[in-house]
């Protein structure tokens, strides 16, 4: 039965990051404005960071300082990993720590192409 729910999550995650949905589509846009991400926020990372997936916005509540790491578990497109890079800034880490469960299936990060450091 927890075999069949993980993949049953790794499909539905995994047929999102397969879309192609990214901030472009004014509705995935809205979803993730809908939560208090701005617009300006949205601008400055990757479109395709943002699938539509918010269900939170953990870096306007987590009090991130710079230098600190920040890890993001079910980092999705990586909308959070984007701003909580900029957050901690050069001397914090976070670059490499995320994790998603759609990644093997998907290849998420690396399809969507990972790059921080032009964050
Ligand atoms: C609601 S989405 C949020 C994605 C991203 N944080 C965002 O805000 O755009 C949840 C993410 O968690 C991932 N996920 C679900 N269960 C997981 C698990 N057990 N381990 C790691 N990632 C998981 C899914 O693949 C999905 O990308």
């Given amino acids: 039965m927890a075999q069949q729910v993980l993949e049953s999550v790794r499909a539905k995650y995994g047929a999102v990051a397969e879309s192609g949905l990214s901030s472009k589509d004014a509705g995935v846009k809205a979803v993730a404005q809908a939560f ?4 300006e926020e949205l601008r400055s990372i990757p479109a395709e960071a943002n699938m539509g997936l918010s269900c939170g916005n953990p870096t306007a509540t987590a009090h991130i300082q710079p230098g600190e790491v920040v890890v993001d578990l079910g980092s999705g497109g990586g909308l959070d990993v984007f ?3 900029k ?3 050069p001397e914090g880490g976070g670059d490499r720590d995320r994790y998603d469960a759609g990644d093997d299936r998907a290849g998420t990060g690396k399809r969507r192409g990972w790059r921080l450091q032009q964050c």
């Fill in 36 to 39: 208090g991400y701005s617009a």
């Fill in 87 to 89: 957050m901690v800034g």
């Fill in 83 to 85: 701003l909580a890079a």
